[in-house]
């Protein structure tokens, strides 16, 4: 059973920073691509972005990108959502997501296996 915990969310302003953390439990998080998703209230569930099992290739939705930086650190298990300049409109709760294969990355959550919890990013104006 693979288990993914959330943290570093909070409330900021617009223009703020915050880094998301995601700690894995399991010994194959490295052989795996991971991803971010978030969900506003009464909205689906949207992709933010992917990164692959050894961090050399990434995904971003575009209404992220140039903003958002996914990392990973297989050697600590950990999985990194650093997000600038944020917005308004970035308000969610963000959940971390491992996927199924090991082969791809992909904004599709039907694509992801296990999933977190959640931790919760308001953004004020």
Same mark, same amino acid.
């Given at each position: #059973?693979?288990?993914?915990?959330?943290?570093?969310?909070?409330?900021? #302003?617009?223009?703020? *920073?915050?880094?998301? *953390?995601?700690?894995?439990? &399991?010994?194959?998080?490295?052989?795996?691509?991971?991803?971010?998703?978030? #969900?506003? /209230?009464?909205?689906?569930?949207?992709?933010?972005?992917?990164?692959?099992?050894?961090?050399?290739?990434?995904?971003?939705?575009?209404?992220?990108?140039?903003?958002?930086?996914?990392?990973?650190?297989?050697?600590?298990?950990?999985?990194?959502?650093?997000?600038?300049?944020?917005? /308004?409109?970035?308000?969610?709760?963000?959940?971390?997501?491992?996927?199924?294969?090991?082969?791809?990355?992909? /904004?599709? /959550? &039907?694509?992801?296996?296990?999933?977190? #919890?959640?931790?919760?990013?308001?953004? *004020?104006?």
């Amino acid at each position: #059973q693979v288990q993914l915990v959330e943290s570093g969310g909070g409330s900021v #302003q617009a223009g703020g *920073s915050l880094r998301l *953390s995601c700690v894995a439990s &399991g010994r194959t998080f490295s052989d795996y691509s991971m991803g971010w998703f978030r #969900q506003a /209230p009464g909205k689906e569930r949207e992709f933010v972005a992917a990164i692959s099992w050894n961090g050399g290739r990434t995904l971003y939705a575009d209404s992220v990108k140039g903003r958002f930086t996914i990392s990973r650190d297989n050697a600590k298990i950990t999985v990194y959502l650093q997000m600038n300049s944020l917005k /308004p409109e970035d308000t969610a709760v963000y959940s971390c997501a491992r996927m199924r294969t090991t082969v791809i990355i992909s /904004p599709t /959550p &039907g694509d992801y296996d296990y999933w977190g #919890q959640g931790t919760q990013v308001t953004v *004020s104006s």
